[in-house]
């Protein structure tokens, strides 16, 4: 079900768009603090992207190695279906914060505070961002700010019990953000008002939930037969 979940994993990180535009704007913002009027600014944007999706793309590839290494010394099923049902309660919260009926995924952003206050500062070194690799590193460590839909995405990425998939899935995820905080302006404007719609929310958090479930019932008739 590695497919269903990075399509699940892209949507919420794409219905999430106001989440992550509140949470980021303001590394849009001081991106373009100080430029130049006559300078493009969609390089750096584009830079400080690929930092942001490259650093959730790490985390992924490190979570899923790090339960790789524990499945290759346990070795059990139990283990196994474990994080796969892992996995499917996380969609099942996901699908709920979408669809505007829980913020549970938001409280997980406390667990990285305090990280954060110790990679934070650094970004200041790179600040105003005149240059590509300057944006690329704002995005880099921006990309480990403290954000609940990371944080669950992340736990997806540690259920896949693979280095490979655990990167894939967040790719998936922050690919999926990527309309929101490259289209700034009156484009993701538009784009976000559509996404913030009631019925758009809620058909897509109870697609993500069905995923989910299903995923369960899947483990469940497996372990049954």
């Given at each position: 079900m590695l497919e269903i979940n990075w399509l699940a994993l892209f949507v919420v990180?794409?219905?999430?768009g106001g989440?992550?535009?509140?949470?980021c704007g303001g590394v849009v913002t001081?991106?373009?603090?100080?430029?130049?009027a006559s300078r493009a600014r969609w390089p750096l944007m584009v830079a400080y992207n690929?930092?942001?999706?490259?650093?959730?793309?790490?985390?992924?590839?490190?979570?899923?190695a790090l339960a790789q290494g524990g499945l290759s010394?346990?070795?059990f099923a139990p283990l196994r279906w474990g994080l796969f049902v892992a996995a499917q309660l996380i969609l099942i919260a996901l699908g709920l914060y979408l669809a505007g009926l829980s913020t549970l995924v938001t409280r997980f952003e406390t667990l990285g505070r305090?990280?954060?206050?110790?990679?934070?500062?650094?970004i200041a070194r790179f600040l105003p961002v005149r240059k590509l690799g300057q944006a690329l590193a704002v995005g880099a460590l921006w990309g480990w700010?403290?954000?609940?839909l990371v944080y669950s995405a992340s736990l997806s990425a540690l259920a896949s019990g693979s280095a490979l998939k655990g990167a894939s899935l967040m790719l998936a995820f922050g690919l999926g953000?990527?309309?929101?905080?490259?289209?700034?302006?009156?484009?993701?404007?538009?784009?976000k008002t559509l996404l913030q719609r009631r019925a758009v929310r809620l058909v897509a958090g109870l697609s993500v939930l069905a995923l989910g479930v299903a995923g369960l019932l899947h483990a469940a008739l497996t372990h049954i037969a």
């Open positions: 990180g794409l219905l999430g989440h992550c535009v509140g949470m001081a991106l373009s603090f100080g430029l130049p690929l930092g942001r999706v490259g650093s959730y793309t790490l985390v992924g590839a490190l979570l899923g010394m346990a070795d305090p990280f954060w206050r110790r990679v934070q500062p650094f700010m403290p954000c609940g953000t990527l309309p929101n905080l490259l289209l700034m302006g009156a484009f993701a404007d538009r784009l």
